[in-house]
């Protein structure tokens, strides 16, 4: 039977399908600010930094701070613009396929033409309970592609529970992991992350 529940296949990897709706769920909006947010916010301190050097007056600066404020403006309009025509045309859902065996977890994005119950029935097929060609073609759809975002348990920082969305935050030095899982499952694959990161801090 296909269902969107985590996984454990033979080869001793976990895996599940979960489907985000783009509207409901602005996880990805968020991230889209926290990534512009701290780009341009290192930008402009570079640029104060240069200036203060350079012996620029405090009024300047203020001016400087105003110029930067419409600039952020400008980009969070557009951002938003941009993400809800990107929702749009992938229909409103964003298809994930998330793989975790002991020694890492990988967020890997399914391209917008394939569909959730594809990867669930794919994810059945490879666990056994379909044989023969559907076996192959369900390893082939659930092949890593670039779209892939691969963690490793031991370089864990901290781990984040957001339950009500649906999303545990695995984040490492310089990446930041999003792993969204089934309600029902929800409990175990936190315990499972948590248990396999040691040096990993739960905020």
Partial sequence: MVNDRVTLCPDGKYRWCYEVNLFKNTQILRDLFLALGFGL??????MVFAEICQGTSFSN?????????????????????????????????????????????????????IKKAQV???????????????????????????????????????IKSVPKRNLIKVNELLTKNRIFVPYEDYDFVFNFICDHCPQAKVV
Wanted: charged content about 10%; aromatic content about 10%; proline content about 1%.
């Fill in 61 to 113: 600066i203020i001016q400087m701070f105003l110029v930067f404020l419409g600039i952020m403006t400008l980009v969070s309009v557009l951002g938003v613009i941009s993400y809800y025509i990107w929702a749009i045309a992938s229909g409103g859902r964003y298809c994930v396929l998330i793989i975790m065996d002991e020694k890492s977890i990988t967020h890997q994005q399914m391209p917008k033409e």
């Fill in 120 to 158: 669930l029935g794919a994810i059945t097929a490879l666990a056994g309970l379909i044989s023969g060609s559907a076996s192959a073609s369900g390893a082939g759809l659930l092949a890593a592609n670039n779209s892939a975002l691969r963690t490793t348990f031991k370089d864990v920082r901290n």
């Fill in 41 to 46: 916010g290192f930008l402009f301190l570079i």
